[in-house]
């Protein structure tokens, strides 16, 4: 399916949702006890017509329409720590919602972090190490860029040599789909990494800048940090797709070294964790189980969905509504928090754990 039928598909449905009032009239069986948002970028919308990680990122007025729903809704905005003990406790007597940032560019700081003091709303920032080390690879915007300032791309793709035409945004948006996909297909990370710096390195595009770049410093985290509105958790060391890691013991030290290196940058342990990525072909039962063992309190995926009171036993696979860029419309946002388009998406299962 071609991304622009499958966003056409999505926001139908939404307005179905919506426009009937069905989201209302589903939201006491569908709606469950509560719901983790998800973000990546807070920043003014760019100019660029080719933009394939535009799901990425939110403006800060829809941000801030964003955050002023929450707080005229009839749910408690809690801390991470406060949804793990109100789960354990089986503490349901309100409805309520948690506030997660992945990554921690810098533009959160910039934004969305002033706004989120304006309202005065915890929220929980997942740090991979190497981001403000300044060794991370965001191979999503080497890709980006390869293909936005070129008009031709040499690739092998499954052992043939290939010559596409990106010359027109059309073009480049067909390319960057094609050849995401056939990243993602890769067995393993390192794989996936090796073609992107290779085009990267032929098309002169510098990689290591974007996280120079984009990524909060040590200094600004650990400001940040201090405030008792955030609490910072882990987001590995790489930001690989663990399930790509064949080996055991490099995917538990991903996640146990990221926690040591925030605990001795920051001088507090986290307890919870965000899986890069977060699909089912980026975690599973294995990265589960490993989280577990590692004493993480919660671990967060990208699997769309409500939270269950089911969900307590299941503390290491935790669904999340993701604030898409594509879908910055306050009532796309109201149906998604209904669990009425999470419901359908899954199935009507309430806990999807495999």
Not at 290 to 319: Q, S, Y
């Amino acid at each position: 399916m071609g991304a622009l039928l499958r966003k056409t598909i999505i926001r139908s449905g939404l307005e179905t949702l919506y426009f009937t009032g069905a989201h209302h009239l589903l939201r006491p069986a569908l709606g469950g006890v509560g719901v983790i948002l998800t973000l990546h970028h807070v920043r003014p919308p760019r100019p660029d017509a080719f933009q394939p990680n535009r799901l990425l990122e939110i403006s800060p007025k829809f941000f801030e329409r964003l955050l002023h729903i929450l707080k005229r809704m009839r749910v408690d905005v809690i801390s991470i720590d406060e949804m793990h003990r109100r789960m354990v406790a089986g503490d349901f007597k309100r409805r309520f919602a948690v506030i997660t940032i992945d990554d921690g560019y810098k533009d959160i700081k910039e934004f969305a972090y002033p706004l989120l003091q304006k309202y005065e709303m915890p929220f929980t920032l997942y740090i991979p190490t190497s981001f403000p080390d300044q060794l991370g690879e965001l191979w999503w915007l080497g890709l980006e860029a390869v293909i936005a300032r070129n008009t031709r791309i040499d690739l092998s793709i499954n052992g043939e040599y290939r010559h596409f035409d990106c010359a027109t945004v059309a073009q480049k948006r067909e390319l960057g789909c094609e050849i995401y996909r056939y990243l993602r297909s890769m067995k393993t990370e390192k794989e996936l990494r090796e073609i992107v710096r290779e085009l990267c390195a032929r098309y002169k595009v510098d990689m290591a800048a974007f996280c120079r770049d984009l990524s909060m410093s040590w200094g600004e985290i650990a400001e940040m940090a201090e405030d008792p509105l955030v609490t910072i958790g882990a987001h590995t060391v790489s930001h690989s797709m663990l399930k790509k890691i064949p080996d055991d013991a490099a995917v538990r030290a991903e996640m146990e070294q990221s926690r040591a290196v925030l605990e001795a940058a920051l001088g507090k342990r986290p307890e919870h964790l965000a899986y890069p990525v977060g699909d089912p072909t980026a975690a599973g039962p294995r990265e589960f189980r490993i989280a577990a063992e590692l004493g993480f309190k919660t671990a967060v995926t990208t699997r769309p969905g409500v939270l269950f009171k089911a969900h307590r036993d299941h503390l290491m696979v935790l669904p999340r509504i993701s604030v898409n860029g594509e879908f910055q419309r306050s009532r796309y946002l109201k149906v998604l928090m209904s669990g009425a388009a999470t419901a359908m998406w899954n199935g009507f299962r309430r806990v999807n754990a495999a």
